[in-house]
Nanobody, 120 residues
Framework: QVQVVESGGGLVQPGGSLRLSCSASGSIFSINVMAWYRQAPGKERELVARITSDGSTTYADSVKGRFLISRDNAKNMVFLQLNNLKPVDTAVYYC??????????????WGQGTRVTVSS
């Protein structure tokens, strides 16, 4: 089994910053892609940013230049630095990881989510 746990959410004023962390633990052979998704009230879950094991990154257009994704492969962790936050960034942020449990066993896991609220 693999556990995925996020932390770092909270209430922040517009223009502020937060750093989200996600840790994957358990029977992990290796981790491929790690990503952050978010779901705002009444909206579908959307991809925010993703990072591959070799460090290649992809961002949603709405967060380019403001958010930065990074990872620590040795610790099976992924981070999301959120800068210049706007009220539209308010959402529950979810960590998503593609895990090899063995060389030929791949599965995707989600965390429970961490809430980010941007409000004055």
């Amino acid at each position: 089994q693999v556990q995925v746990v996020e932390s770092g959410g909270g209430l922040v004023q517009p223009g502020g910053s937060l750093r989200l962390s996600c840790s994957a633990s358990g029977s992990i052979f290796s981790i491929n892609v790690m990503a952050w998704y978010r779901q705002a009230p009444g909206k579908e879950r959307e991809l925010v940013a993703r990072i591959t094991s070799d460090g290649s990154t992809t961002y949603a257009d709405s967060v380019k230049g403001r958010f930065l994704i990074s990872r620590d492969n040795a610790k099976n962790m992924v981070f999301l630095q959120l800068n210049n936050l706007k009220p539209v960034d308010t959402a529950v942020y979810y960590c998503n990881t593609g895990v090899y449990l063995a060389p030929n066993r791949y599965s995707v896991y989600w965390g429970q989510g961490t809430r980010v609220t941007v409000s004055s």
